[in-house]
C-alpha cells in the first residue's frame, strides 16, 4: 500500500466543478494497443474548460510482467551489463514514445496529472528506479511540475476541495486508487473486485483499472450520525460511495492470421476502448443533509 497523495483544489464558485479523469492500461507498444484511443482522450481532456486532473492507474506500457523480470533477473545473473544496456535502450524509448504523449496532460491542466501507478507490466531500469518512476521523473522534469509517484498496485488520494468564501472550510473527498488483478470477464466482475476493495479500504470512491473493463456504479453506507444534540433522537446518515472500473486503450484482438493476442487466445470477450471519469460537484448542503448546511460534494461517474 503506497502513501496517501493529497492534492488541495482552490474552488472558484460555489456550487464549483472539478473532473478526475481516469487512464490505465494503455499498454504503449503492444501490438493490439491502439495510439489513437490515448491521443483522443487527451483532446477531450483538453477541451475541458473547468478545473481538471488525471489519475494513471497502472500499465502505461506493454513491457516486462512479474514472470518476465523474474526470468530475465535468472537469466542474465551473471551478466549484469546486458540487463543495463538494455535498460538504457528502453529508456531512450520512453523518451521517443511514451513522455511526449504524456506532456501535455501534465502541463496543460490545471492540475495534471495527480497520481500514477505501476501495475503490472513495467521494467526495472536500475536498482532503485522502475519506467514508472523514470516516466515520473521524465515528465516532472520537462515540465517543470512534479508528477506523483505512487507505488505500485493501490494508493490513496486525497482531495480537499476549499470554499471560495471562507478560509479554513471545504470539504475532503478520498478515493482508493488501485491497478487490480485477477480475471473477471463476466458483465459485473469488475464491480464485485471494487466492493470488495470497499470492504478493507475505506474511502469515497474507488477506481480500479486491469481487466479493461468499462463499469460502474455508486451505493450508499449507512452509519449512525457520530453527534446528536441533548434530547435528539438518534439518526444515521449515508455516504454515496462511487466505483469506477476503467477501460483501456488495447482492443485485445487483431484482425489478422498471425498469431492471435492472449485474450483470444483464451476466448476473452472484447472490450470498449476508453475510459470513464468522475466529476465532482462542490455545493452547500441542503438543510435536510446538514442543518449547518456546509460544503458537500457529489460525485457523477461517466462512462
Known amino acids: 500500500m503506497a502513501w496517501n497523495i493529497t492534492h488541495r483544489i482552490a474552488l472558484k464558485s460555489c456550487p464549483g466543478f472539478f473532473r478526475l479523469w481516469g487512464i490505465a492500461d494503455m499498454q504503449e507498444g503492444g501490438r493490439a494497443s491502439i495510439p489513437d484511443v490515448l491521443e483522443m482522450r487527451t483532446e477531450e481532456i483538453l477541451a475541458e474548460r473547468g478545473p481538471s486532473g488525471i489519475v494513471i ?11 518476465t523480470r523474474a526470468i530475465r533477473r535468472a537469466s542474465f545473473a551473471e551478466r549484469a551489463e546486458v540487463v543495463e544496456r ?14 511526449p504523449k504524456l506532456i501535455p496532460l501534465h502541463k496543460e491542466t490545471s492540475h495534471g496529472i495527480m497520481a500514477v501507478l505501476a501495475g503490472h507490466h513495467w521494467t526495472q531500469l536500475t536498482p532503485v528506479m522502475n519506467s514508472v518512476q523514470y516516466i515520473c521523473r521524465e515528465v516532472g522534469r520537462l515540465t517543470g511540475r512534479p508528477v506523483p509517484y505512487c507505488g505500485e498496485m493501490s494508493t ?31 458483465i459485473g ?11 478493507g ?5 474507488y477506481i480500479r483499472a486491469h481487466d479493461c473493463r468499462i463499469e460502474a456504479m455508486k451505493m450508499d453506507r449507512l452509519a449512525p450520525k457520530e453527534t446528536q444534540l441533548a434530547g435528539e433522537e438518534p439518526k444515521l446518515v449515508a455516504r454515496n460511495l462511487a466505483f469506477l472500473n476503467l477501460g483501456s486503450a488495447t482492443q485485445g484482438y487483431r ?3 498471425e498469431r492471435p493476442e492472449y485474450p483470444e487466445g483464451g ?37
Open 156 to 186: 490513496f488520494i486525497d482531495l480537499r476541495f476549499e470554499s471560495p468564501y471562507r478560509v479554513g472550510h471545504g470539504v475532503r473527498k478520498v478515493g482508493h486508487i488501485q491497478h487490480g488483478c485477477g480475471g473477471g470477464q463476466a
Open 86 to 99: 538494455d535498460a538504457d535502450k528502453h529508456a531512450a524509448w520512453l523518451d521517443k514514445k511514451v513522455i
Open 267 to 303: 476466448m476473452m470477450r472484447p472490450t470498449a476502448l476508453g475510459w470513464g471519469s468522475l466529476r465532482f460537484i462542490v455545493r452547500r448542503a441542503r438543510r435536510w443533509e446538514d442543518p449547518s448546511t456546509n460544503l458537500k460534494a457529489d460525485i457523477r461517474i461517466e462512462i
Open 201 to 205: 479500504f475505506d474511502a469515497d470512491f
Open 189 to 199: 466482475a469488475a464491480l464485485r473486485h471494487l466492493d470488495r476493495a470497499a470492504q
Open 255 to 257: 484482425v489478422t492470421k
Open 57 to 67: 492507474a497502472g500499465d502505461i506500457e506493454d513491457e516486462d510482467r512479474p514472470s
